[in-house]
């Protein structure tokens, strides 16, 4: 199997001088092409930080890490932002969705923004509709949805342009147990259906038994 994330000796810091906070120290890991893998850890562990590296968002450390092969520390601007856009998703705690479109056009905005026209877009649309359980809904505007439903709507714009991995930070934080259930169960059908590879950051063991192998951090590095 391919290693598709590689992390290898990487140290954070963040602020100066007295007010330094080491986040991350020597820290290694790495995730094979069809993993779906939990990263947990305690609060302020560094987890959210690691995870922000890997997807190219902060490119402010030392050491490697290098995402589809690719380096992505010696990547030029351009060339990050095209790995990021073409292979990885993003779906985060909060479902950060334009609150004045409807459901559909969120899905498509990311790649409509970068000049794809709906046209092209449309099976692939219906596809990532039925699979998140939101065909019924694609006309909805965001506010009449329940707090799983506009996950799953996030999740279906982070899918979209058929991403080799998705990166998720706390996906469930926001939610009861029973929307809880429908993402991960729907992560385990994007993973084993889509062979997407999954990278998911959580505090609940119940979600981590979703995923395949559970990588926790503590002290700056990994373990386990
Ligand atoms: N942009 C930033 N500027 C300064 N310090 C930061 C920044 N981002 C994170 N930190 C610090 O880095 C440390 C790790 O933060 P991080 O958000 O990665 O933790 P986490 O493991 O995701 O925690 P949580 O489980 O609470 O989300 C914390 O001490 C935090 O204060
Ligand atoms: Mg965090």
Request: contains cysteine.
């Amino acid at each position: 199997m391919a290693k598709i994330i590689e992390v290898n000796n990487v140290s954070k810091t963040f602020g100066k001088g007295e007010n330094i906070n080491q986040v991350l120290n020597g820290a290694s890991m790495s995730v094979e092409q069809g993993e779906f893998v939990s990263l947990m850890g305690a609060s302020g562990s560094g987890k959210s930080t690691l995870l922000y590296l890997i997807g190219g968002l902060d490119r402010r450390f030392d050491g490697n890490i290098s995402v589809c092969g690719q380096d992505i520390g010696s990547l030029k601007d351009k060339a990050l932002s095209d790995l990021r856009l073409k292979n990885m998703g993003f779906v985060f705690q909060f479902y950060n969705l334009v609150m004045n479109l409807n459901v559909q056009d969120n899905i498509l905005l990311p790649q409509t923004m970068n000049g794809k026209k709906k046209s092209e877009l449309k099976g692939a649309l219906d596809e990532i509709l039925e699979i998140t359980g939101l065909t019924a809904k694609r006309k909805a505007m965001p506010n009449t949805l329940s707090g799983g439903q506009q996950q799953r709507v996030a999740i279906a714009r982070a899918v979209l342009g058929n991403p080799s991995i998705i990166l998720a930070d706390e996906p469930t934080g926001n939610l009861d147990s029973a929307s809880t259930e429908e993402i991960m169960e729907l992560f385990r059908k994007l993973n084993q259906e889509k062979g997407m590879t999954i990278l998911q950051v959580t505090h609940s063991e119940a979600c981590a038994e979703y995923g395949t192998r559970i990588i926790r951090l503590e002290d700056g590095k990994t373990v386990g």
